[in-house]
T-cell receptor
Framework: DAKTTQPPSMDCAEGRAANLPCNHS???????VYWYRQIHSQGPQYIIH???NNETNEMASLIITEDRKSSTLILPHATLRDTAVYYC????????????FGTGTSLTVIP | GAVVSQHPSWVICKSGTSVKIECRSL??????MFWYRQFPKQSLMLMAT?????????EQGVEKDKFLINHASLTLSTLTVTSAHPEDSSFYIC?????????FGQGTRLTVV
């Protein structure tokens, strides 16, 4: 079952940073925070994941609070192609463990 | 990065027939694969966990006799929707888990008429 809470929708101006919040107050010590996004009628795409340290890759940055009860995905310079549903998922790092999706945040990047 | 491929991308079938969807991990071996279903404007719902060489594990409420899963090799899992009905029309997505993250197929749009 999904263990995360996200706002249902957000808008962001093109070229600005998109900050997508996620609450995961019941996260366990061995659970990672994952972010995926799904563009309409496609499979989910991996963005980033982290345990407790902040992470950055070519797509985004992940900021995890010190108590690990919430996190923020940052798209530094949003483009129209970033319009998608963004899912925050918590999961223990074991290949046999499932990914349970919540309702996600529908991000619309506005020209 | 790793790639998971699904086939077909879309299929239309008549009510009462069966449809098979294939999910392949193209560049890594996956002992475990997952099948999801997604209805319009809804999130992905996990249907079952496909285990190589053993029976699949189904989520509560998912009919195992209707959604047959076979995971005969480390790179292929199949989902067969048996005796399909219009209410089975949905977007079916598979995934395989690498060392740290899951990789998803592009999805299969099933329409039962």
């Amino acid at each position: 079952d999904a263990k995360t809470t996200q706002p249902p929708s957000m808008d962001c101006a093109e070229g600005r940073a998109a900050n997508l919040p996620c609450n995961h107050s019941t996260i366990s010590g061995n659970e990672y925070v994952y972010w995926y996004r799904q563009i309409h009628s496609q499979g989910p795409q991996y963005i980033i994941h982290g345990l407790k340290n902040n992470e950055t890759n070519e797509m985004a940055s992940l900021i995890i609070t010190e108590d690990r009860k919430s996190s923020t995905l940052i798209l530094p310079h949003a483009t129209l192609r970033d319009t998608a549903v963004y899912y925050c998922i918590v999961r223990a790092a074991n290949t046999g463990n499932q990914f349970y999706f919540g309702t996600g945040t529908s991000l619309t990047v506005i020209p | 990065g790793a790639v998971v491929s699904q086939h077909p991308s879309w299929v239309i079938c008549k009510s009462g027939t069966s449809v098979k969807i294939e999910c392949r991990s193209l560049d890594f071996q996956a002992t475990t694969m997952f099948w999801y279903r997604q209805f319009p404007k809804q999130s992905l719902m996990l249907m079952a966990t496909s285990n190589e060489g053993s029976k699949a594990t189904y989520e509560q409420g998912v009919e195992k006799d209707k959604f047959l899963i076979n995971h005969a090799s480390l790179t292929l899992s199949t989902l067969t929707v048996t005796s399909a009905h219009p209410e089975d029309s949905s977007f079916y997505i598979c995934s395989a888990t690498g060392p740290s993250e899951a990789f998803f197929g592009q999805g299969t749009r099933l329409t039962v008429v």
